[in-house]
């Protein structure tokens, strides 16, 4: 059984900050933990905009805080996010995520799990392990 509290993450090996600042992400469950999905707690910073494609990931959130939209790059369909909203990329969605007058508090799980420290490539991806 795996057992871990944000306590625990913070500060820590799993507590991974965006080099642009827009966002930390505590990764409870990753790779090396061999559930075959990572678990998340992200936090995107209000008034910040982050560029996402994950191209080699599948990502489903569910917002437990705050207020913003994600907005499809493709069709430029925005769509606001706030406490309930859940948000699947089954597509591998190219979008924009926003965090407009607070902070967005989402849970977020990755298929294939992420194994730790990866953050946004310059093309909004994070690399395949």
Partial sequence: MIVRTLDEILGGERDVKAENGNWVSRR???KDDG???SF??????????TY???KNHLEAVYCVGGCGE???RD??????IKDGTMYALNNHDPHYLRAT????????VFNPPLSGREVHGEDGAYPID
């Fill in 70 to 72: 994600i907005e499809e």
């Fill in 75 to 80: 069709s430029g369909v925005v769509h606001p």
């Fill in 52 to 54: 996402i494609h994950y």
């Fill in 40 to 49: 998340h707690e992200t936090i995107i910073f209000a008034g910040t905009q």
């Fill in 35 to 37: 559930m075959g999905f």
């Fill in 28 to 30: 409870f469950l990753l």
């Fill in 101 to 108: 007058s607070e902070d967005l508090r989402l849970i977020c």
